[in-house]
Nanobody, 125 residues
Framework: QVQLVESGGGLVQAGGSLRLSCAVS????????MGWFRQAPGKEREFVAS????????QYSDSVKGRFTISRDNAKNTVYLQMNSLKPEDTAVYYC??????????????????WGQGTLVTVSS
């Protein structure tokens, strides 16, 4: 079974940066698209970003486009999320996941059964 371990969250002031990491085990990630998601207090989990198998294609939600960058290292079975110009509304628990198709990560992530514990990002104003 796939296991997902997110790390790198913390408390940061508005305008600051953080880099999240997600280590995947139980799957060879080179066969999967990878993505990041977040869930703010009292809200549903939402799509943040995705990256294709070889990293050639990325997608972002409108709320993070131009500020966040997703990347991957298939040799390390890891996906990253570089977050710059953070805003208080970015405060959330951030999760990663994988799926066969990049588009599925954006449209069908609610159907994914296995999730990690997430990593908390808190942005103070």
């Amino acid at each position: 079974q796939v296991q997902l371990v997110e790390s790198g969250g913390g408390l940061v002031q508005a305008g600051g940066s953080l880099r999240l990491s997600c280590a995947v085990s139980g799957r060879t990630v080179s066969s999967y698209a990878m993505g990041w998601f977040r869930q703010a207090p009292g809200k549903e989990r939402e799509f943040v970003a995705s990256i294709s198998l070889k990293g050639l294609t990325t997608q972002y939600s409108d709320s993070v486009k131009g500020r966040f960058t997703i990347s991957r290292d298939n040799a390390k079975n890891t996906v990253y999320l570089q977050m710059n110009s953070l805003k208080p509304e970015d405060t959330a628990v951030y999760y990663c996941n994988i799926d066969r198709l990049t588009e599925y990560l954006k449209t069908r992530y609610r159907n994914l059964e296995v999730w990690g514990q997430g990593t908390l990002v808190t942005v103070s104003s």
